[in-house]
């Protein structure tokens, strides 16, 4: 009898311990700020977490000379960067000053847990006038206070491989079906060198390529009102025709499938395995690391099929945010101002290779000026933004995903027809509206 | 995030009060009547902290609408009532069917895991429970992936089931079970399925092992040698003293070896970081994925209480089996 209760007690001991186990990420950082000072929490832009706080920890220091403010500086890193802030805004205990991907500036500019920078709070950082219009728009939805400003500004960009271009007689692509047709005659297989080389296992990197393809064929994954409109022909023809690079056209290898770093294919870039690559305008820093440099390559818009809009990019970038409950308001947005102030700007567009934000700025995140003028051009004028609506981040997890999952079909064997990609999206539209 | 359940150290209340409980009715409370109390004052305030509260606004969460429109305003947002419970439930929509689909994929993996996890550790505790020479040297290496950390552990397989560079792809075309100009991948597709269960049970027998090894020492030797003077051969000898001589020890382990399993989410969030492909969607990464990354925390809730019904409903279950048991016994 005794042993049996015993029996019972450990059993459900074991079992609350196990259940317990499952609880709670209350993950919480204090933000018990003296008068003067401030938290920021910056995001990974160099190549390591030790790297962007080598970077900016004496532009900070430069800081509170000017201005007395004391800046408490974390790093975070690209994975936990987003649940950290919705941990923040959910139990709103969280840093001063915050960098966010700008593409989630609309889903928390839902939250209300940014400061809008209306008239007063644009003209403490230095007026709305001083950004360029393409990085400004990215900071919230269209017709709305943003709640965010520019701070780093990315594009994506087809990178080539100058001497393998020059060896088989063929010029920088400027259709999508010239791109195909060059992939196909520098593919060797049996070599181990193919076309180009994408990450097509990660959902953040497919998911840019589902809003690029469809912007080039007219498309778009939302209506004017905000509402999912994934299954339509353009998005359901641009992610077929991303997919067949690797199906059909076959100038991409299967084992591209499970890259999802979005570093793999520029090591294979690096090391002439891959002829192309389309990255984002950061790439600069790996390939040196890797050993290629940046006059061994060349980089255009990624092209557009001949009968589509010339559509290169979506407008990539880091965006500043202030927390609303802020304690200290004046020292966030006087953060805010030096972050954004030309000087500083300069001075991280190298160590970041970020494209400036700021109107009529010099670019420094290139050595090579050709590289510095064409990525200018396609960020100013041949890029949209990622749809500005609050389903952004679900439209983002969703449409990347479910091509995760097409391109593992296709690397295991199985096919891809344009009725399963409209399944897929149907189901993923599904998901973005019930979730809702 | 809701998954918690009350711990049984409330128990001792009963057993202080007793001396309180005398039959006159206005008798004197006696000296340091309230040190009991005081005792337990701690672990009570703890376990409502820790336990209790949470599980409370967990459920509570679960009515609401907690969607990115309100997280900074929880109290702003509308009551739903059993709405998202209706979503996950509903399994012609979409949510639903994407969870459904991960309740059998984790029933699947658990099933596969607990068993052979179970059988690994038993097989191995069996085979160490007789001295002999280097008998210590397996003990320890049979617990190593018990103490490696387990990031570490699954990153290291992550990197061995890599398609193009992986060294599990290399031994099996060496030893020509594969193509080897198409190996075949482990991370995506459905085979993802099968490495998640290879890496579970690599990170879960040893603690199978030990438990049972624990357990095997306070078997009477004698009993053994009874068996075999009598000519028990070694499987009856497992079957008729092993075994039962364990049935307690089994009984906790096989529940905690479930609980776990059922709710593993390292294992597929290590070995599949953000893009996780359908044969590889546990529940509680399921559930994070969708409440985390579609900032939908009110529907996130509404299905980590379905899962905390279910696993606590499968473990009375369980307990009842196993207390009908040991009475007939």
């Known amino acids: 009898m005794k042993k049996r209760v015993l029996g019972a007690a450990a059993i459900f001991a074991a079992a609350a311990l196990t259940l317990a186990g499952c609880s709670g990420s209350g993950g919480s950082s204090s933000s018990t700020d003296s008068a003067g000072s401030i938290t920021y929490w910056a995001s990974n832009q160099g190549t390591s977490l030790q790297n962007d706080k080598d970077v900016l920890q004496p532009l900070l220091d430069k800081f509170t000379a000017q201005t007395g403010v004391k800046v408490n500086l974390e790093v975070i890193g690209w994975n936990d960067l987003q649940t950290r802030i919705q941990t923040a805004i959910t139990s709103g205990v969280g840093p001063d000053v915050v960098n966010i991907g700008n593409t989630w500036a609309t889903s928390f500019q839902a939250t209300g847990a940014f400061l809008p920078f209306d008239d007063s709070a644009m003209s403490a950082i230095g007026g709305a006038d001083k950004f360029a219009a393409t990085a400004l728009s990215t900071g919230g939805a269209a017709g709305q206070t943003p709640t965010s400003v520019p701070l780093y500004g990315y594009a994506y960009g087809l990178y080539y491989n100058k001497a393998m271009f020059a060896a088989a007689g063929l010029t920088p692509p400027t259709t999508w079906e010239d791109m195909v047709a060059d992939g196909k005659k520098l593919t060797d297989p049996a070599k181990g060198v193919w076309g180009t080389s994408i990450e097509a296992g990660s959902y953040t990197e497919n998911n840019h390529f589902a809003f690029i393809t469809s912007a080039q064929n007219g498309g778009a994954y939302f209506d004017g009102s905000g509402n999912p409109t994934f299954t339509q022909s353009q998005n359901v023809d641009g992610i077929q025709r991303y997919i067949d690079l690797m199906q059909t056209d076959k100038i991409a290898d299967t084992a591209d499938a499970q890259y999802s770093t979005g570093t793999e294919s520029i090591s294979n870039f690096a090391k002439g395995t891959a002829a192309m690559i389309f990255n984002q305008n950061n790439a600069e820093a790996n390939l040196t690391a890797d050993g290629m440099d940046a006059s061994q390559y060349g980089v255009v818009p990624i092209p557009a099929p001949a009968s589509g809009k010339p559509v290169a990019s979506f407008i990539a970038g880091i965006n500043l945010s202030v927390f609303k409950n802020t304690k200290n308001q004046d020292a966030a947005l006087k953060f805010v101002n030096f972050m954004t102030s030309p000087d500083t700007q300069s001075a991280l567009g190298k160590p970041f290779s970020s494209i400036p934000v700021l109107k009529d700025a010099t670019p420094t995140f290139t050595t090579d000026p050709d590289i510095a003028k064409t990525f200018s051009n396609i960020y100013n004028n041949l890029s949209q933004p990622l749809p500005t609506v609050p389903l952004e981040a679900s439209f983002e997890t969703e449409v990347g995903n479910s091509m995760n999952t097409l391109f593992a079909t296709v690397a295991t064997g199985g096919s891809v027809s344009s009725s399963d990609i409209q399944s897929a999206l149907n189901t993923a539209q599904e998901k973005v509206a019930a979730s809702n | ?329």
């Open chain 2, 1 to 329: 995030m809701v998954l918690t359940t009350e711990k049984p150290e409330v128990a001792p209340v009963g057993v202080a009060s007793a001396p309180g409980a005398v039959k006159l009715p206005k008798k004197k409370r006696p000296k340091g009547w309230w040190l009991p109390f005081a005792l337990i004052a701690p672990a009570i305030v703890f376990e409502l902290l820790i336990h209790v509260i949470p599980m409370i606004v967990g459920i509570w969460m679960s009515f609401i609408k907690l969607t990115q429109f309100y997280i900074a305003n929880w109290s702003a947002a509308p009551f739903v009532g059993f709405g998202n419970y209706q979503i996950a439930l509903n399994f012609n929509g979409a949510q639903g069917q994407a969870l459904l689909s991960s309740f059998l994929v984790t029933c699947g993996f658990t099933i596969l895991v607990v068993g052979l996890a179970w059988g690994f550790g038993m097989a191995a505790a069996v085979a160490l429970q007789k001295a002999f020479r280097g008998r210590a040297i397996f003990r320890t290496m049979f617990l190593i992936p018990y103490a490696v950390p387990m990031y570490a552990g699954i990153i290291t397989w992550k990197f061995m089931f890599q398609q193009n560079t992986g060294v599990i792809n290399q031994i099996l075309g060496a030893l020509h079970l594969i193509d080897p100009n198409n190996p075949p991948f482990w991370l995506i597709g459905n085979n993802a399925f099968v490495a998640m269960v290879v890496v579970a049970i690599w990170k879960l027998w040893p603690f199978a092992f030990l438990m049972l090894m624990a357990g095997l020492q306070t078997i009477n030797e004698d009993l053994y040698e009874a068996a075999s003077l009598d000519g028990a051969k070694p499987f009856r000898q497992w079957r008729n003293i092993t075994l039962p001589g364990l049935g307690a020890v089994n009984n906790v382990l096989l529940l905690v070896l479930f609980l776990w399993t059922f709710n593993d989410f390292n294992t597929p969030f290590i070995l599949f970081g953000g893009g996780e492909p359908p044969a590889g969607d546990l529940i509680s990464f399921h559930i994070y994925n969708t409440s985390f990354i579609t900032l939908n925390f009110g529907f996130g809730a509404a299905m980590s209480v379905l899962l905390l019904l279910f696993l606590m409903l499968v473990s009375a279950i369980y307990l009842v089996f196993i207390n009908r048991r040991s009475r007939r016994a």
